[in-house]
């Protein structure tokens, strides 16, 4: 998985690579096809990857891992000692606590191994310092980053744990004890890692049926978010491309399966996809950014700015009805995604049904707002003149909220593209102007396509007003927020 992880020395590099692969493959039930390789691929920026030694046919197993081969919770022994407490902390902290004490066991952990080709450092936005997020300027990722709730729940549920059971969590680098503030500061660290890692390598595990019977407690929801989350050896070295994708992973009879999904070609790297990503959840989640995902790149425009534009303020301290009846349909978001568009796409292709739903409800008339209101239904989201009007100065609004123009930006690429980025910090900065940029192109073409629309319903086009495209637009956006 592409990152800007600190490595080891080459000779390091590539015994822990071959220490993993043993390790893994001589493993009970674990097969790996000859095909395949684990490559040093840090000359071209990605770290370690999976590469083809021959030909490689669609559909063909790339290697098969069971469940008990996978870092997650059911996998491993501290789930057997403490099962209430791991149960009542969720899926995610669950596996922090289980990833720290599977670390703290050192040469005794089943998965030493795999622990040794797991980076140590990131460049995820949570070990950003502020100057460098300021960096991203006025992208919403900022805010999605959640460090401090993050840290809430380490202090107030992993760090009783550990405390609790200093025979099962020995201090580790050097601490002498969790009991006081260096060790808690130190343990902090560590679940700040581990956390990195679950958020930038885990994969949902799908429950087997006998789980799924037994109701609804933490794990066993069918809430996808619930699901177990699971380190999958070998699985999380493959890079990720949107363009490129050729392997993807299956889940069946308690094991997972990496298959090919086109021929792959000898000496070809083997990529997994992450999915419809902005550039700016690569930045957030993985600590990188690529091209090839620009596709994919939104920008969100708050709820409170867009009800500025329309005239509401105050929107936390007074309770309007318009916002009131989206809430009640569970429509009402925080923010709104507008989408990339292509060549081909309308200026609706680009917008969610929730966005229209919200512009249509905030230039309601009284009489049209009473009638929705006793009926409970949304508007249909269609937009005309008014509603435009509203998201042109919320765009203009956003837009100008960026400390930098988009030419600025561009300069500012170039500059970097003809050095040479060594440093965290200066290539922090650059992965951050790629995203602020990004999204400032994002608003210059949605105002571009704005103005087009108003200046074609003062010509009397009335029928440039449309109704949006129902699901497809809304599971486009959906699959992008």
Not at 297 to 315: K, Q, R, S, W
Not at 407 to 435: G, K, M, P
Not at 444 to 467: C, H, I
Request: hydrophobic letters at 40%.
């Amino acid at each position: 998985m592409s990152s800007t992880d600190h490595f080891p020395v080459a000779d390091d590099f590539q015994r822990q690579s071959d220490g993993f692969m043993q390790w893994l493959s001589q493993q009970p039930d674990v097969t790996i096809s000859p095909k395949i390789q684990v490559r040093d691929l840090r000359h071209q920026g990605s770290g370690r990857g999976v590469v083809a030694r021959s030909d490689i046919q669609e559909g063909e197993d790339l290697f098969h891992l069971p469940h008990h081969v996978v870092l997650m919770v059911k996998a491993s022994r501290l789930n057997q000692i403490l099962v209430d407490e791991l149960k009542n902390l969720g899926p995610w902290l669950s596996l922090v606590v289980v990833m720290i004490y599977e670390y703290s066991l050192g040469e005794q952990s089943k998965w030493k191994q795999y622990f040794q080709v797991l980076p140590s450092k990131f460049d995820t936005l949570m070990f950003w310092s502020d100057e460098e997020l300021s960096q991203l300027q006025a992208s919403a990722v900022v805010d999605k980053i959640g460090k401090r709730d993050a840290e809430e729940d380490i202090f107030d549920k992993v760090l009783p744990v550990v405390r609790a059971h200093p025979d099962l969590f020995p201090p580790v680098n050097g601490v002498m004890s969790y009991d006081d503030d260096t060790g808690a500061q130190a343990l902090l660290e560590l679940a700040h890692r581990m956390g990195s890692l679950i958020m930038a390598y885990a994969f949902d595990i799908e429950k087997a049926e006998e789980e799924e019977s037994e109701g609804e407690d933490g794990y066993l929801t069918d809430d996808e978010e619930q699901l177990p989350k699971g380190m999958v050896p070998l699985a999380d070295l493959l890079n990720a491309d949107a363009d490129r994708n050729n392997a993807r992973l299956f889940q069946e009879d308690g094991a997972l399966v990496m298959r090919a999904i086109k021929p792959i070609k000898a000496r070809d790297e083997i990529f997994n996809d992450y999915g419809e990503l902005p550039r700016s959840d690569l930045l957030r989640r993985y600590g990188y950014v690529t091209d090839n995902y620009t596709k994919y790149d939104v920008v969100e425009l708050p709820l409170a700015g867009l009800c500025h534009a329309a005239g509401f303020d105050n929107i936390e301290e007074k309770e309007y009805p318009q916002l009131k009846l989206l809430d009640q349909l569970e429509i009402l978001e925080d923010g709104y995604c507008v989408l990339r568009p292509s060549a081909e796409d309308t200026l609706l292709d680009i917008l969610p049904d929730e966005l229209l739903a919200l512009l249509k409800t905030l230039t309601l008339d009284s009489e049209e707002l009473q009638r929705l209101l006793s009926k409970s239904k949304p508007p249909k989201p269609i937009m005309g003149a008014r509603e435009a009007r509203v998201l042109l100065e919320a765009a203009q609004t956003k837009l100008a909220q960026y400390s930098t123009t988009i030419q600025e930006d561009q300069n500012l690429l170039q500059q970097f593209v003809s050095s040479s980025i060594l440093r965290t910090r200066e290539r922090r900065r650059y992965l951050a102007v790629q995203v602020r940029l990004g999204e400032k192109e994002i608003l210059q073409a949605l105002l571009m396509m704005l103005q087009d629309f108003l200046t074609a319903e003062e010509k009397g086009s009335g029928k440039r007003a449309a109704e949006g495209t129902g699901q497809e637009n809304q599971k486009k956006a959906k699959h992008r927020h």
